[in-house]
Every structure is written in structure tokens, then in C-alpha cells.
């Protein structure tokens, strides 16, 4: 879709009951796949954006600023976010960009209405600090908002330290930033490996970070199915059981039924999970072996053989 062809955006997806989005609102979160891009979209161009803010201070201040830069003098904005997961602190950040608004609380959101002035101050610094960079101590590009974008989480740590070479064909489900990837591509013996995240900012920068011939880099939702894999040696996943900031268990069970599914008789999953999940049923129903490789530092590596 071209960026130009439209005039109302929606970023995430805001409670119906605390919005009223048109039906012709285009969605422009990085989170749904398909969506095009905020940065895309030119500047001055919207009558209306509508945004679910993110939790993240800087995320959330980066995608204020895109939406006020995509906003025509005039232009209408509705931010929203949870009490505790932002929202107290939207409408001070608003008039921070030179954007003073309006503010309601209603079912623990904070709702903040703003009218883009003429003028808008300190936009510059905030596309800056959330937009894609290089960090020194993972030496990876990255970006606001990816999971563990500025350091190793410890799940994917542990895994690492216990990942054997592997070969044939296989994925990394949820691949962030390519961190276990680029690990599983240092064996020669890896012929292929599909790498798919919902994330479209991680999915830009796997594929700056993993330049290898080898690999094959997706935006999709995993859960969804329809994956076109089938037959694979191997898969690596380190799952999300989070959704909107809340813990939801069926999103790694959703990616054990997926790489069931896309593995051959005998290929295997190697997944790293907390170690409170309780992964144990699903792996045990899907897989005809199931080995505990390792728990420390509560986290928990399974080896599964299809």
C-alpha cells in the first residue's frame, strides 16, 4: 500500500471501547504483519492517528514523535496507554514535543487528545534514540521495542551455551535479533534456516545482523500456521509468553504445535523457557522424547525429538 493513499492510522491495537477508529484507519504497527511502515509515511500527511503507546520509555517516545511527524498541522491524535505501563506519563511527554493535551482517564488508561500545532519542538531526538542503532556489548544492530534489544536475555544465554552443531534444514521461531541464528549458522553443516518474527523492526535487523547465504528471513505470526515448512532437521525457539503486557502461556504452546508441525520424524526442537512455564504437557503430547538439558537461573532448556 502506498503511503500516501490514506489519511487515518492506527498504531497497535487500542480498545474499541476507548477509541473510535474509523473503519478506513490503516494499521501501521511494526506487530502485525503486513502493516506499512510508520517512518514511511509522510510527514505532514494525516488528518488522524490513533496509538496505543508502548510500555517502553523510549519506544513509546519514538513512536509519539513518527506520529506527530506523519501529522498534518491540525491533525488529530489519540494516545493511549494503560496507567502503569505508560499512560501516566503520555500527556508529559506530549508537551515535551510542543503538543499539549487533553487528558481523560477511563478503565485504567490514561487517553490523551491532542491538536498538532503549527510548530512541534524536540521530534529529532526522540526518531533518534528509538530508531535502529548499533550496540557495542551485543555488537548487533537493534532497535527500541525488540525483545532483549539491548542485551542477552539469560534464556537465550543458556540455550547458547548448550546448542550443539546442528545440520540440515531448520527455523528459529521468534528470531529477535538473529542472536541464536547467527549461532546455529556457525555450523557448516546447516544446509538452510528460515528465521520469522512478528516483529517487523526485528525482522529488519536479523537481517542486517545475519549475512549469510543460508539464511531466509520472514514477517509473519507464527501462531497463525501456514508457515510453508515442513520436513525440517531442527528448530530453535526462545518464545514470547507475553501478549499486551499480560502473561499468556498458549503463545509458546502455539509455537511447540507450529514446530511439531514443521518437523520431520526425528528432527528436533531445542527450546529455552522460565522456569515456571509449563511447557512439559504440550512438548510431551507433540514429541515422542523430551529431555530437561538444563535448569539454572530460572530458566529451563528442553531438547524435543519429534
Known amino acids: 500500500m502506498s503511503t500516501t493513499s490514506f489519511h487515518h492510522a492506527v498504531y497497535g491495537l487500542p480498545p474499541a471501547e476507548l477509541t473510535d477508529s474509523p473503519d478506513g484507519a490503516v494499521q501501521v504497527s511494526p506487530l502485525i504483519p503486513g502493516s506499512p511502515r510508520i517512518e514511511d509515511v509522510e510527514s505532514a500527511s494525516l488528518e488522524r492517528v490513533d496509538v496505543l503507546a508502548p510500555a517502553g520509555t523510549i519506544e513509546r517516545r519514538y513512536v509519539l514523535a513518527q506520529a506527530l511527524r506523519a501529522l498534518r498541522p491540525g491533525g488529530r491524535l489519540t494516545a493511549l496507554a494503560p496507567k502503569d505501563r505508560g499512560g501516566s506519563r503520555l500527556a508529559k511527554e506530549l508537551a515535551g514535543f510542543g503538543a499539549p493535551a487533553s487528558e481523560s482517564a477511563r478503565r485504567h488508561h490514561r487517553i490523551c487528545l491532542v491538536e498538532r500545532p503549527e510548530t512541534v519542538a524536540n521530534l529529532d531526538a526522540a526518531l533518534e534514540e528509538g530508531g535502529p542503532r548499533h550496540i557495542d ?170
Not at 540440515?168 to 528460515?194: E, M, N, Q, Y
Not at 502461556?249 to 515456571?276: C, D, K, S, V, Y
Open 137 to 306: 556489548n551485543l555488537a548487533l544492530c537493534t532497535q527500541a521495542g525488540i525483545f532483549s534489544y539491548d542485551r542477552l536475555d539469560p534464556g537465550s544465554a543458556l540455550l547458547l551455551s548448550l546448542l550443539p552443531p546442528l545440520s540440515g534444514s531448520g527455523a528459529d521461531f521468534g528470531c529477535g535479533l538473529g542472536i541464536l541464528a547467527r549461532s546455529v549458522l556457525h555450523s557448516p553443516k546447516v544446509t538452510a534456516l528460515t528465521l520469522i518474527d512478528i516483529d517487523r523492526r526485528a525482522v529488519e535487523m536479523a537481517t542486517r545482523n545475519v549475512g549469510d547465504p543460508r539464511a531466509t528471513i520472514r514477517w509473519a505470526d507464527i501462531r497463525a500456521g501456514n508457515l510453508g515448512l515442513s520436513r525440517l532437521d531442527f528448530v530453535v525457539m526462545n518464545p514470547p509468553f507475553h501478549d499486551g503486557g499480560s502473561e499468556d502461556q498458549a503463545l509458546g504452546q502455539g509455537f511447540i504445535a507450529r514446530a511439531a508441525e514443521a518437523l520431520r520424524p526425528g528432527g528436533t526442537l531445542w527450546l529455552t523457557a522460565n522456569m515456571h512455564l509449563p511447557y512439559e504437557k504440550p512438548l510431551n503430547a507433540a514429541f515422542k522424547t523430551v529431555e530437561v538439558k538444563a535448569a539454572s537461573g530460572g530458566y529451563k532448556v528442553f531438547e524435543a525429538r519429534k
